[in-house]
């Protein structure tokens, strides 16, 4: 089992910044991927930005290339979604979640663990 904790969520104006902590638990080597989605009222789950085990790969989806930097710690056991010039429609609760096989890293439903998620809100 990994358990997933997620950090950093806040109210922020546009054009700012904030950085999105995922500590993981438990059996963590067994997640090849870690990835970011986020909800917003009413929508559904989007893919956000994933990295594999070593950090050596990282992907992510087109609306965040440029703006949003996913990396991770080992040693920390911990992931992190760095997020700058945030705008108000990247407001949702941000989930972090882990997946055992490799591949199809930015479909939710490949996922094997779940954090609680954590909210980022964005004023105008």
């Known amino acids: 089992q990994v358990q997933l904790v997620e950090s950093g969520g806040g109210l922020v104006q546009a054009g700012g910044s904030l950085r999105l902590s995922c500590a993981a638990s438990?059996?963590?080597?067994?997640?090849?991927?870690t990835g970011w989605f986020r909800q917003a009222p009413g929508k559904e789950r989007d893919f956000v930005a994933a990295?594999?085990?070593?950090?050596?790969?990282?992907y992510y989806a087109a609306f965040v290339k440029g703006r949003f930097t996913i990396s991770r710690d080992n040693a920390k056991n911990t992931v992190y979604l760095q997020m700058n010039s945030l705008r108000p429609e990247d407001t949702a609760v941000y989930y972090c979640?882990?997946?055992?096989?490799?591949?199809?890293?930015?479909?939710?439903?490949?996922?094997?663990?779940w954090g609680q998620g954590t909210q980022v809100t964005v004023s105008s």
């Open positions: 979640a882990g997946k055992i096989l490799t591949g199809n890293y930015s479909y939710s439903g490949s996922y094997d663990y």
């Open positions: 438990g059996v963590t080597y067994i997640t090849t991927f």
């Open positions: 990295v594999n085990w070593s950090g050596g790969s990282t």
